[in-house]
């Protein structure tokens, strides 16, 4: 049984990730302030996982690493512009892809790194953050990734494509259309023969990518990889 450090455990993969490795493995599911945290903590209390609610602060959680020992670190962790303007209304932490998103994915990083032994870091990016150009969102995972690469700390980096399903109730219209667009281009390129662009872009639930964030962070196989959405099909 592997002990596994969800970051971002209130988030549509998060839960999805908690719930498939509730059962199997021991699952620590970290929920950030403000993020849905009461109501969450009882549910997943409920599927016999510990509910950590560690402050962000790296030594807090450098601390709370040493003491869990994990074997795997996940950071699911992001945000949305919707979020960042929400929070700028009820004058709260600001939250942006640099101080969700980049920030706290690299204090985690850097909080494992430390811990009495480090675990491997699985990293949830996206598809695109290797060549992110001017979007804001692409960068932030960027600079995640490329700290990653040239840092010590074993990992496993993700890119998936549009991560999206009926049952994520998260409003993020840009995600949604943008997966809708794609499964209609791609089904038509699908139908003259052209399936190998369906399995790199098209659109993935939470629990389907939750499978296979789980299996690559068992496989040691992965360790080191940079999984396309494609790779993580093949898992799931």
């Given at each position: 049984?592997?002990?596994?450090?969800?970051?971002?455990?209130?988030?549509?993969?998060?839960?999805?990730?908690?719930?498939?490795?509730?059962?199997?493995?021991?699952?620590?599911?970290?929920?950030?302030?403000?993020?849905?945290?009461?109501?969450?903590?009882?549910?997943?209390?409920?599927?016999?996982?510990?509910?950590?609610?560690?402050?962000?602060?790296?030594?807090?959680?450098?601390?709370?690493?040493?003491?869990?020992?994990?074997?795997?670190?996940?950071?699911?962790?992001?945000?949305?512009?919707?979020?960042?303007?929400?929070?700028?209304?009820?004058?709260?932490?600001v939250e942006s892809y640099e101080t969700v998103d980049r920030d706290l994915s690299l204090m985690l990083a850097r909080a494992a790194q430390?811990?009495?032994?480090?675990?491997?870091?699985?990293?949830?990016?996206s598809l695109g953050a290797d060549r992110p150009g001017g979007n804001a969102y692409l960068r932030a995972r960027t600079e995640v990734e490329?700290?990653?690469?040239?840092?010590?700390?074993?990992?496993?980096?993700?890119?998936?494509?549009?991560?999206?399903?009926?049952?994520?109730?998260?409003?993020?219209?840009?995600?949604?259309?943008?997966?809708?667009?794609?499964?209609?281009?791609?089904?038509?390129?699908?139908?003259?023969?052209?399936?190998g662009l369906r399995d790199a872009y098209g659109e993935m639930d939470g629990t389907t990518l939750a499978r296979a964030l789980l299996r690559?962070?068992?496989?040691?196989?992965?360790?080191?990889?940079?999984?396309?959405?494609?790779?993580?099909?093949?898992?799931?």
């Amino acid at each position: 049984m592997a002990t596994l450090f969800i970051a971002g455990a209130s988030g549509y993969t998060g839960q999805a990730l908690v719930r498939v490795a509730s059962g199997t493995h021991r699952v620590i599911a970290h929920i950030r302030p403000g993020a849905k945290g009461d109501a969450l903590s009882g549910e997943l209390a409920g599927l016999g996982v510990e509910v950590d609610r560690s402050p962000w602060e790296e030594q807090a959680l450098r601390e709370r690493l040493s003491e869990i020992e994990p074997d795997y670190v996940f950071g699911l962790l992001g945000t949305t512009r919707a979020r960042g303007k929400a929070a700028a209304r009820e004058g709260g932490p600001v939250e942006s892809y640099e101080t969700v998103d980049r920030d706290l994915s690299l204090m985690l990083a850097r909080a494992a790194q430390g811990a009495k032994r480090p675990p491997r870091y699985v990293y949830l990016s996206s598809l695109g953050a290797d060549r992110p150009g001017g979007n804001a969102y692409l960068r932030a995972r960027t600079e995640v990734e490329q700290a990653l690469m040239s840092g010590p700390l074993p990992w496993t980096i993700a890119r998936p494509s549009f991560i999206t399903g009926p049952d994520r109730t998260e409003d993020r219209p840009g995600e949604r259309y943008g997966a809708l667009f794609a499964r209609v281009g791609l089904g038509l390129a699908a139908a003259v023969g052209a399936s190998g662009l369906r399995d790199a872009y098209g659109e993935m639930d939470g629990t389907t990518l939750a499978r296979a964030l789980l299996r690559a962070a068992l496989d040691p196989a992965c360790a080191g990889k940079v999984l396309e959405a494609k790779d993580l099909r093949r898992l799931s």
